[in-house]
């Protein structure tokens, strides 16, 4: 590939330097943000520019090549499985449109369950540096609850987080009102017991206005 450079200091665009690293030019940005790679300077105009020779020992510097690219994709029961599909098709479009080898994984249960195959999986790949960006729809899809550590770990083993709509999950409302029942039913059954009728009463009167709400 040739390079458009600045032959007295070697600067690219910031097309070419994301060609260059093997990333996108919104990785690139992103991290600018957030401090890890700043470009070498700016034009007149505001366009980035970046030195080849700093951006090769950058890369020397990363980890190894070949880490994958993980699309995760979840609903919580059975009468969901045509939104499941409805996420990996989502999830396999952008990957592909990015140019990404990469592997869809799907999981079938509550945001409040932390033992799910699927997710079990992701995180040891994660924790192994075998992934080097995790795709989503939405950050729910991930955790209802404790998405925001797994990401925290994300960052500290250097894997991209894409999600591709970070405004609120409103296709999964009915998901969200029994994520809320599943955790209230927990709770009263640790207070009440949960054979007993105080437990029992608890229970119908948050089904009953769990089923207001989604009417």
């Given amino acids: 590939m040739m390079y458009n450079l600045d032959m007295e200091r070697n600067l690219v665009s910031i097309r070419e330097a994301?060609?260059?690293?093997?990333v996108t030019t919104t990785t690139l940005r992103r991290w600018e943000r957030e401090g890890r790679l700043l470009p070498d300077e700016r034009t007149r105009g505001g366009d980035r520019r970046y030195d080849l020779i700093r951006l090769g020992s950058a890369l020397r510097n990363e980890k190894p090549?070949?880490?994958?690219?993980?699309?995760y994709a979840r609903v919580s029961s059975h009468d969901q499985k045509d939104d499941l599909e409805r996420q990996k098709q989502v999830l396999e479009r952008y990957c592909a449109r990015q140019g990404w080898?990469?592997?869809?994984?799907?999981?079938?249960?509550s945001g409040m369950n932390y033992h799910k195959k699927g997710l079990k999986r992701l995180l040891n790949d994660i924790l192994a540096d075998r992934v080097g960006r995790l795709v989503v729809t939405h950050k729910d899809r991930l955790l209802r609850l404790g998405a925001e550590l797994v990401f925290a770990i994300c960052e500290a083993k250097q894997v991209e987080v894409v999600i591709?709509?970070?405004?609120?999950?409103?296709?999964?409302?009915?998901?969200l009102a029994q994520d809320?029942?599943?955790i209230i039913t927990v709770f009263s059954?640790?207070?009440y017991?949960?054979?007993s009728r105080k437990n029992q009463k608890l229970l119908d009167g948050v089904k009953h206005a769990?089923?207001?709400a989604s009417s």
Avoid: C, I, W, Y
Avoid at 65 to 71: D, E, I, L, M, Q
Avoid at 101 to 109: K, Q, R, S, Y
């Fill in 101 to 109: 080898t990469f592997e869809v994984v799907a999981d079938l249960g």
């Fill in 164 to 175: 591709l709509n970070q405004g609120e999950d409103t296709t999964f409302e009915e998901e």
């Fill in 180 to 182: 809320v029942l599943e």
């Fill in 18 to 22: 994301a060609q260059f690293l093997g």
């Fill in 193 to 195: 017991g949960s054979r």
């Fill in 210 to 212: 769990v089923e207001e």
């Fill in 65 to 71: 090549s070949g880490r994958k690219t993980v699309a």
């Fill in 189 to 191: 059954a640790r207070l």
